[in-house]
Nanobody
Framework: QVQLVESGGGLVQAGGSLRLSCAAS????????MGWFRQAPGEEREFVAG????????YYADSVKGRFTISRHNSENTVYLQMNSLKFEDTAVYYC????????????????WGQGTQVTVSS
């Protein structure tokens, strides 16, 4: 089994920045892609960003384009989400996800999910 562990969440003022990390461990995992999703209270889980592991192609939700950047470690199965210019509406639990299968990265069809990390933006 593959475990994904997120870190880096916390409380930040509007306009501030946070960097989330997600490390994969467990059995050998060769990702096709990894992504970040988020879920606010009372809302459905939504796609935030995704990255194809080999090509480094990145994908973003319109709501975060220009503010968030997804990247990966060169030699480890770790993905990052740099979040700048944070807004109150970015408040949510952020989940990391990974897959070895060919999927549309903006869809929540991933094989592995982290436990989530809380991001709270104060206005």
């Amino acid at each position: 089994q593959v475990q994904l562990v997120e870190s880096g969440g916390g409380l930040v003022q509007a306009g501030g920045s946070l960097r989330l990390s997600c490390a994969a461990s467990g059995r050998i995992f060769r990702p096709y892609g990894m992504g970040w999703f988020r879920q606010a209270p009372g809302e459905e889980r939504e796609f935030v960003a995704g990255i194809k592991w080999s090509s480094l192609s990145t994908y973003y939700a319109d709501s975060v384009k220009g503010r968030f950047t997804i990247s990966r470690h060169n030699s480890e199965n770790t993905v990052y989400l740099q979040m700048n210019s944070l807004k109150f509406e970015d408040t949510a639990v952020y989940y990391c996800a990974g897959t070895s299968r060919y999927i549309r990265l903006e869809r929540d069809e991933y094989d592995y999910w982290g436990q989530g990390t809380q991001v709270t933006v104060s206005s």
